[in-house]
């Protein structure tokens, strides 16, 4: 499957194709869902991705219990772009970018990690990438996807919304919404998976109740 899509993708940029339209977070101030980049620039760098990227990719979806459903590749763009080529769903993200976000264990580079779990929640979604009016709030669904899954990490609010906060456009634009409407919804993804986890912390200590003791 891996190798038959690469294949597939150099065709695309070979013939000039016009794959599906990216999703991108549009973090860096500019707007790279409007097609600025070819798809020869786009899948110039492709290549099989390392092991990392892949392990941190099945770390992220673990925490919802899903497979992903798309495959992924490094390319020459700014952080991580969610694409999609026909039936075939993809992300293309920079390596020296998301290479931070591989070693979670001491210090996790949160930034990184927001931006892959921002595509990843364009992909796990389902969401079709054309030029319609409604890519703002599939871009607000992705937002909200990514605070939750910051939570289920182990992210604090401040450190789910540090990047964002930094990066995003105040104002709006035909592909993505301002910094103020996505910013709360990255905190009602984050609070709401706050909210699930308290609720699941209260039914398991009324478990522990109900459950008979056993002297060891």
């Known amino acids: 499957m891996r190798n038959s899509l690469m294949v597939a993708a150099l065709l695309l940029g070979v013939h000039g194709a016009n794959p599906g339209r990216v999703g ?41 219990g899903l ?42 580079d949160w930034a990184a990690i927001s931006v892959l779990t921002h595509e990843i929640g364009h992909h796990l979604q389902g969401h079709i990438f054309d030029n319609d009016r409604d890519f703002r709030q599939r871009e607000l669904e992705a937002d909200h996807f990514s605070g939750f899954m910051l939570y289920r990490m182990g992210a604090t609010l401040t450190e789910t919304q540090a990047y964002p906060r930094a990066m995003m456009q105040d104002v ?39 459950s008979p003791r056993r002297d060891d």
């Open 24 to 64: 991108a977070q549009d973090y860096s101030h500019r707007d790279f869902t409007i097609g600025q980049q070819s798809s020869v620039e786009l899948l110039g760098r492709m290549e099989l991705p390392d092991l990392d990227v892949l392990t941190t990719i099945e770390d992220i979806c673990s925490h919802v």
């Open 67 to 108: 497979k992903p459903n798309f495959v992924a590749y490094p390319a020459n763009v700014p952080n991580a772009l969610a694409y999609a080529m026909g039936p075939n769903r993809v992300i293309m993200y920079n390596p020296e970018f998301i290479k931070r976000a591989h070693d979670r264990s001491d210090s996790p």
């Open 172 to 210: 709006e634009t035909p592909s993505h919404p301002g910094r103020e409407l996505r910013m709360e919804m990255i905190e009602a993804g984050w609070r709401q998976a706050e909210a699930i986890h308290r609720h699941e912390q209260d039914l398991a200590q009324k478990r522990a109740l109900r």
